[in-house]
């Protein structure tokens, strides 16, 4: 009970508080009431903004996880570390490839296997590896292929970089993940 009243003091400490001695008819001790009025209003309005404001944040956290958009969408980025690899993903969910390339000398990567059924080519692009390079006549660049998956099943990516006029069989680099896209 001292501990309620303390609790209580404590609340309202910043209202004027009336209070009574009231002396207990069992244990002949006496005890202060806050008066019901001011402290009570206080505290129903300190605790009417809390939830109030509480209840907002859950609604603002739960609308922008139920976005169809944001729900449980995977991206996934791949580079030559994950060649070999198996993944999982969901239909609507995105993968990004990113290949060193050697444009200069003629190189380039080209898809050897994709299933447009399954993965829509959403994306591609060139990013230079040398940001501080002033030229970038020679410089090494990282070839991205954005792909969304649209469709469940199991594929290959299949992936090879040669020169065009020689040909697959003289690809100096392959590239090779398998994907199982679920519903």
């Known amino acids: 009970m001292f ?18 001695r009231v002396k207990s008819s069992k244990e ?12 009570s209003q206080m505290i129903t309005t300190r605790l009417s903004i809390i939830l109030a404001l509480s209840l907002c944040i859950a609604i603002a956290l739960c609308a922008e996880d139920a976005s169809p958009s944001n729900a449980m969408k995977k991206d996934v980025v791949l580079d ?9 993903l969901k ?10 390339a050697m444009g200069s000398a003629g190189y380039a990567w080209y898809f050897d296997q994709l299933d447009r059924d399954i993965f829509e080519l959403t994306g591609e692009e060139k990013k230079v590896t ?47 993940i398998s994907v199982d896209v679920i519903p």
């Open 3 to 20: 501990m309620a009243h303390k609790m209580l003091h404590r609340l309202c400490k910043s209202v004027f508080l009336h209070r009574y």
């Open 28 to 39: 002949n001790k006496f005890w202060f009431v806050a008066e019901i009025g001011s402290c």
């Open 80 to 88: 030559m570390n994950s060649n070999g690899k198996k993944i999982e």
């Open 91 to 100: 239909v609507g969910d995105e993968i990004q490839i990113e290949l060193k």
């Open 130 to 176: 040398a940001e501080e390079t002033k030229d970038t006549v020679g410089t090494p660049v990282i070839s991205v292929w954005k792909l969304k998956a649209v469709k469940a099943g199991k594929t290959i990516i299949r992936m090879s970089q040669y020169r065009i006029w020689e040909g697959k069989d003289k690809a100096v680099n392959r590239f090779e």
